[in-house]
Each structure stands twice: as C-alpha cells, then as structure tokens.
C-alpha cells in the first residue's frame, strides 16, 4: 500500500537557518504529493504541492520538488523565520480510486531567535 | 468566511457517552473526510464520502459513524465513547475534477477527551 516516511524529529534551527525535511514515498500509479503544516493549536493548512514528476512546488518561501527517480519530495527553505514553527507533513494521494491522503508521521520545526 | 468548519472546537465527556462533531464545507465540493490525529501527530483517515460512495478505513470501529444531511455537511457520530477515542477529529474536503484528486482542506479540528 501507499505510505510517506518523513526524517525524524523535532528540528530546531536559528532563525535565518537553511531547513530541509526529507520525505520519501511508496505508492500505486502516479500520485500527487503535498506538504502541509500545521501551527500551533490550528488545523491544517496546504503549503504547497506537485501533481507530475519535476513539478516544483512553492509558497512562502517553501520548495519542494517532485522526484520519480529517488521517490522524494524534499522540503526546503533557504531562510527560516521564528514564525516557521510547526509541524510539518508531508502527504500523497495516489489517485487510483483512492479519496485519501497519506500522511507521514509529522516533523515539528522549532526556530530560535 | 470559513471554508471548512467544524462544531465544537473541544468536547470533554464520560465514558460510554455519545457524541456527534459536525462539519460543513460552503466550497462546492463533493467528497468530504473524516480524519483522526492521535497524540504523537500522526494522522489517519478515517472516511470518505461523496454522494456516490462510503469508503470506511477498516481499522475504524463501528461506533464510529458518518452521517451527511446533504452534499456540504458530514457529521461523526461516536458511541460509546472510550479512553481511546481522545485525539483531534479533522474534517476536510476536496473537489475531484474529471478524476484527479485535488487538493483537500481542513477544517480546525475538534479536540475530544474523553474522561
């Protein structure tokens, strides 16, 4: 079946730090992937997403890009802000007659002044 | 406005009680879910419904129920409450366009204890 494996946390970064959270992925056909997050005490919030491979997805300074070959969706940012901090998800549907998402397990960002 | 919205935000109750959590979406869609985050953060589906079909996950007990009224609501109806129904419920909803699924939107959640 469809799963994501996400890097282990928590992270803690500076602020003005490089983030990268990795993600890889096992699905059925071609699935889109997500990235969401989650503030404190909130739900959740769509960050950014790529339906095909090479897609790049972006949004507040966020990127992550599609990767068939190596099955990854990398999230990265160049310059973390203390209002970074989260937990971030990364998700895929695989869309063969299936309506849901598949999560991973959460990795929560913690940035420091 | 809010796109997707769920009642209450938090519900404290007993064992063995019943209770209901309710979501309405006024984005149009037509596919609605239930998803459940336990403490460690993790979430799972729970259910997905559209006007065409049910889908359960298997792991989901059968005190757990879906009802929707019509296409822009889908309540949870739990039985019997247990300690471990305590988690935040997620409602969320997308639009699925000639086949693709699309993007789903959350709701913020309704945080349940049970006691």
């Known amino acids: 079946g469809d799963s994501v494996t996400q890097m282990e946390g928590p992270v803690t970064l500076s602020e003005e730090a490089f983030l990268t959270i990795n993600c890889t992925y096992t699905?059925?056909?071609?699935?889109?992937l997500f990235w969401y997050v989650q503030y404190p005490g909130e739900g959740l919030q769509l960050l950014l997403k790529a339906t095909k491979a090479d897609d790049k997805g972006s949004n507040k300074g966020f990127e992550a890009t599609y990767r068939k070959e190596t099955t990854s969706f990398h999230l990265e940012k160049g310059s973390v802000q203390v209002s970074d901090s989260a937990v971030y998800f990364c998700?895929?549907?695989?869309?063969?007659?299936?309506?849901?998402?598949?999560f991973g397990k959460g990795t929560k960002l913690s940035v420091i002044p | 406005d809010t796109a997707v919205s769920q009642t209450p935000k938090y519900l404290v109750t007993q064992m063995g009680n019943d209770k209901s959590i309710k979501c309405e979406q006024n984005?149009?869609?037509?596919?609605m879910y239930w998803y459940k985050q336990d403490s460690k953060k993790f979430l799972k589906i729970m259910f997905s419904?559209?006007?065409?079909?049910?889908?359960i996950n298997e792991t989901v007990p059968n005190r757990f129920s879906p009802k929707s009224p019509d296409k822009a609501h889908l309540n949870l109806h739990i039985n019997s409450l247990e300690l471990g129904d305590s988690a935040v419920y997620f409602c969320?909803?997308?639009?699925?366009?000639?086949?693709?699924?699309?993007?789903?939107?959350f709701g913020p959640g309704t945080r349940l204890l049970v006691l």
């Open positions: 699905a059925t056909g071609y699935p889109s």
């Open positions: 998700a895929l549907n695989s869309g063969a007659g299936s309506y849901q998402l598949t």
């Open positions: 984005l149009g869609h037509d596919t």
């Open positions: 419904y559209n006007n065409k079909e049910l889908i």
């Open positions: 969320a909803s997308s639009q699925d366009e000639s086949g693709h699924k699309e993007t789903q939107y």
